[in-house]
């Protein structure tokens, strides 16, 4: 048995290297459609979590073609993730230089600046998908819920405004748990805070709604576990429900282009 799953992660980590090689010659004539790009990165995670991982695209040549070559031609996913030390996108996906379009703040939250450069990585960079990756032992989730509570402490004069979106998850966790208290609440606001970041995106960015109504795109939520290295990824068809929601708010933002 355990000859069988080597076996099968070491044939999984090699199809990564495959495609990325593939792809890399062939991203200017088409690119991995939405599901492809997800199975590349689970089976990047894959090969991090097992200690198969490869350097892939990390060495002199790839930085020469980087210093050529536009990035939308290799690109295949743009990602939101927490600026916690403890989450090196590319690493825990197994991917290298002109892989992945990398969004990073505290709380891997959405607001006008995250949303233009997820706009620039699905509308320009052309990635097929887009990832809004939470983890485990979030920080700045931990602080938003504390302050929900009433166990909040003094901060900075720019932490408040950058965190505020994560109120109303935190909100929404305590409403849907009530049987959990204290710290219990944290892991639901983790996942409450992905599905928030998606709505404020689609909420405030009609071209991301259009490239996911158009098939063009996908837009996916992920947690992952800082102390295993592994991924859980969130059901696609929450963010579906969502996007129907949001094509059904009349507030939501219409005119694609900046006047």
Same mark, same amino acid.
């Given at each position: 048995?355990? &000859? #069988?799953?080597?076996?099968?992660?070491?044939?999984?980590?090699?199809?990564?290297?495959?495609?990325?090689?593939?792809?890399?010659?062939?991203? &200017?004539? %088409? &690119?991995?459609?939405?599901?492809?790009?997800?199975?590349?990165?689970?089976?990047?995670?894959?090969?991090?979590?097992?200690? #198969?991982?490869? +350097?892939?695209?990390?060495? *002199?040549?790839?930085?020469?073609? *980087?210093?050529?070559?536009?990035?939308?031609?290799?690109?295949?996913?743009?990602?939101?993730?927490?600026?916690?030390?403890?989450?090196?996108?590319?690493?825990?996906? #197994?991917?290298? %230089? $002109?892989?992945?379009?990398?969004?990073?703040?505290?709380? #891997?939250?959405?607001?006008?600046?995250?949303?233009?450069?997820? !706009?620039?990585?699905?509308?320009?960079?052309?990635?097929?998908?887009?990832?809004?990756?939470?983890?485990?032992?979030?920080? *700045?989730?931990?602080?938003?819920? &504390?302050?929900?509570?009433?166990?909040?402490? +003094?901060? !900075?004069?720019?932490?408040?405004?950058?965190?505020?979106?994560? @109120?109303?998850?935190? !909100?929404?966790?305590?409403?849907?748990?009530?049987?959990?208290?204290?710290?219990?609440?944290?892991?639901?606001?983790?996942?409450?805070?992905?599905?928030?970041? @998606?709505?404020?995106?689609?909420?405030?960015?009609?071209?991301?709604?259009?490239? %996911?109504?158009?098939?063009?795109?996908?837009?996916?939520?992920?947690?992952?576990?800082?102390?295993?290295?592994?991924?859980?990824?969130?059901?696609?068809?929450?963010?579906? !429900?969502?996007?129907?929601? %949001?094509?059904?708010?009349?507030?939501?933002?219409?005119?694609? $282009?900046?006047?």
């Amino acid at each position: 048995m355990l &000859k #069988n799953l080597s076996t099968a992660v070491v044939t999984v980590c090699l199809l990564v290297l495959t495609c990325g090689s593939v792809l890399a010659r062939d991203f &200017k004539v %088409v &690119k991995p459609s939405p599901d492809e790009a997800i199975a590349m990165l689970k089976a990047g995670n894959t090969c991090f979590v097992t200690g #198969n991982a490869t +350097p892939v695209h990390a060495d *002199a040549s790839r930085l020469a073609l *980087a210093g050529k070559e536009n990035q939308a031609n290799h690109a295949y996913a743009t990602v939101i993730a927490c600026s916690d030390s403890r989450v090196p996108v590319e690493l825990l996906f #197994n991917a290298g %230089v $002109m892989d992945i379009f990398v969004i990073r703040v505290a709380g #891997n939250v959405l607001d006008v600046d995250e949303i233009g450069s997820v !706009e620039y990585g699905l509308a320009h960079v052309h990635t097929p998908v887009f990832v809004v990756l939470g983890h485990t032992q979030c920080g *700045a989730v931990t602080a938003v819920t &504390k302050a929900v509570q009433g166990h909040g402490h +003094p901060l !900075e004069r720019n932490i408040p405004p950058l965190v505020d979106n994560i @109120i109303p998850a935190v !909100e929404k966790a305590i409403a849907d748990n009530p049987d959990a208290h204290g710290a219990e609440v944290i892991p639901y606001a983790i996942e409450e805070n992905i599905w928030q970041g @998606i709505e404020d995106l689609f909420m405030h960015s009609p071209v991301s709604r259009n490239l %996911v109504n158009e098939g063009k795109a996908k837009v996916v939520g992920a947690i992952y576990d800082v102390s295993e290295g592994t991924i859980i990824w969130l059901p696609e068809v929450k963010s579906t !429900e969502i996007l129907k929601k %949001v094509e059904a708010n009349p507030k939501r933002a219409m005119e694609a $282009m900046a006047r």
